[in-house]
């Protein structure tokens, strides 16, 4: 269904599926003013559609456990770049809704963890990190 509406003499505004296209002096300009444009296009089912809101994000909770899993590789593998994944995984805990309790206790695995690989005991971060890994999920189906 295309409708067109003259404005003025020398503009002539078609419109055709929600598009407006605007043709003032032989040039034509179009610009997409729909109002569901952020619909799927069709013939896409919403499943098949990807979510923009998640798109480049991850929460608190993933954020602490992939940076804790790389900090046990990085000890597993014996590279001393621990700094980086330590305050990452600090900053991820303090960004998660925790009661006072269960964040006092990872607070303290952590930084148990950075104690231990500080003195160059990496058998007993490595032992420490495991602990935290394995009470972690427990706590994050709370939330």
Known sequence: MVTQKTTTDSARVSEHNGSIISKSKGAAYKS??????????RG??????????????????????????ILLQQIVNKKRNYDQYLSQSQRALAALPLTTAEYGQLASNIHNVQKYLEQDETGAARFELMLLLRRLPRVLTTI
Do not use: C, K, Y
């Not at 997409?32 to 296009?41: K, Q, R």
């Not at 909770?61 to 899993?69: F, G």
């Open 44 to 69: 896409i089912g919403l499943s098949q559609t990807v979510d923009r809101t998640r798109i480049g994000t991850e929460g608190p909770s993933a954020v602490l456990m992939r940076s804790l899993r």
């Open 32 to 41: 997409d003013f729909d109002d569901n444009h952020l619909a799927p296009p």
